[in-house]
């Protein structure tokens, strides 16, 4: 075992979790810059109507990620705890398993999608003069998603050895190809949204093409053997066991999405999808710095658990809920205070710009408590702790949002859906919260400690 992953139990807390995290952060915000990047040229280029139409592909691309996550999440969670606890050939097939996995996952996605791409866009909203553009943007994406899939599980492959600046540089050159090919695509070749899909697609196979670069040149821990990769039935299982929550997690957002395009087209109008889709957008960059700091987060606390460094495995669980909460707070007053310059560079519509600001205003009353939820759920798949994962993976977007969704509409109209998304930040940390206090507990009593 390499000297790096050795320092996960070793080296200060607060650095370490600044040096595992700031490069997932950064990478998480290149990965969220594909979306924004689209919808800024598609927004000047196209209109609200293209904005739109890809806001209706979201919830599709959000399960195309739920099924990269699956395998990536579950073993990295296996990955990191192997090394931890000294075991490199069970680190090793698990990064086996999920290269077959991986495989498997993005050929079908990719032919599912397309087979059944009507009923599907359908079914989130896509209709009338919105579907053409949903419709000629989904075609495309979904012929890259094995590429997708792949460089998702990867990532988290090379996270998991607490390598997370390979994976930030991937991102790094993956996104600043994007940023070129979209303004070339929409306006060098009038592409509209057709070009924005060609643009995501190739910039995720230099993705994935950069990661491979990186395995064989031996600088790994773990090696990417393509004729080992196949399912082994007790990794398999552990990696799906953990992997689930967070395809869960975002399957449910990708539900979510959906039911408010479904929603919006209901009580509000094309404008309003258009609206939602900017914001989206601008909240997508948001979440991502608090996942590239669940990223750093994980195979920190999965590793001193595994070593059985009980003690310090609650300092990184205490100092990582404080850090996401900060940040939350800071995004918070952002939006409340302003929202109109946040939301203007999209667009040039006076209406879009007018009612995107108040939606983006009203979505993030309840921002500030947002980390504090996505850091307590992250800690029970860092564990290896499947039930209470998949539970508070659940509660925030299925168990809360999509019943105050269906209720708040009947009663406010269009701004019943934007005030779905405050109160199901409440009362989703309200629900988190005895969890997370009891887990500190448990560790406390690990070691030994104090119990407070």
Not at 97 to 106: E, F, M, Q, R, T
Not at 273 to 286: E, F, H
Not at 422 to 450: K, N, Y
């Amino acid at each position: 075992m390499n000297r790096r992953t050795e320092s996960l139990g070793r080296d200060p807390v607060g650095p370490l979790l600044l040096r595992l995290s700031l490069p997932g952060v950064v990478g998480m915000l290149v990965q969220a810059s594909y979306n924004v990047v689209d919808a800024f040229f598609i927004g000047r280029g196209v209109g609200p109507l293209g904005l739109a139409g890809t806001a209706v592909a979201f919830p599709l691309q959000l399960l195309i990620l739920a099924m990269g996550t699956f395998g990536g999440v579950g073993a990295q969670s296996l990955i990191s705890r192997s090394l931890g606890a000294r075991d490199l050939p069970r680190a090793q097939g698990a990064l086996d398993v999920l290269g077959a996995l991986s495989l498997v996952l993005g050929i079908a996605t990719a032919l599912v999608g397309l087979a059944w791409l009507d009923p599907l866009l359908a079914l989130v909203g896509g209709s009338g003069e919105i579907l053409p553009y949903a419709r000629s943007y989904m075609r495309i994406i979904l012929l890259g998603v094995p590429a997708l899939i792949l460089g998702i599980a990867l990532s988290h492959a090379v996270r998991a050895e607490g390598d997370v600046r390979t994976s930030m540089h991937a991102m790094l050159v993956s996104a600043g190809a994007n940023f070129v090919l979209d303004p070339l695509f929409i306006f060098g070749l009038h592409g509209g949204v057709a070009g924005a899909a060609w643009a995501t697609v190739l910039s995720q196979v230099v993705l994935v093409l950069w990661l491979l670069r990186h395995y064989r040149s031996g600088a790994s821990v773990l090696r990417l053997r393509p004729r080992e990769f196949r399912f082994r039935r007790n990794l398999l299982g552990e990696i799906a066991a953990v992997g689930t929550s967070e395809w869960v997690r975002i399957s449910a957002n990708a539900l979510v999405v959906g039911a408010v395009v479904r929603s919006l087209a209901l009580h509000g109008s094309p404008l309003a999808v258009a609206a939602y889709g900017i914001v989206s957008r601008l909240l997508s960059l948001a979440f991502m710095p608090l996942f590239g700091l669940t990223q750093g987060f994980m195979p920190l606390l999965g590793y001193n658990y595994g070593a059985g460094l009980h003690g310090r495995a609650r300092q990184v669980l205490v100092l990582s809920l404080q850090a996401a909460t900060a940040f939350s707070a800071v995004v918070w007053f952002l939006c409340l205070v302003f929202p109109s310059l946040l939301v203007a560079p999209f667009t040039a519509h006076e209406d879009l710009l007018a009612l995107g600001s108040r939606s983006l205003r009203a979505m993030t009353l309840g921002f500030f408590l947002v980390g504090f939820q996505i850091l307590g759920a992250a800690t029970f798949q860092a564990l290896g702790k499947a039930r209470p994962a998949l539970f508070l993976s659940l509660s925030r977007q299925v168990l809360l949002f999509l019943p105050l969704l269906l209720l708040l509409p009947r009663w406010c109209g269009l701004w019943g859906v934007w005030l779905a998304f405050p109160l199901s930040d409440l009362l989703s940390a309200l629900l988190t919260l005895p969890f997370v206090l009891s887990q500190i507990r448990e560790l406390e009593e690990a070691e030994g400690g104090r119990i407070v």
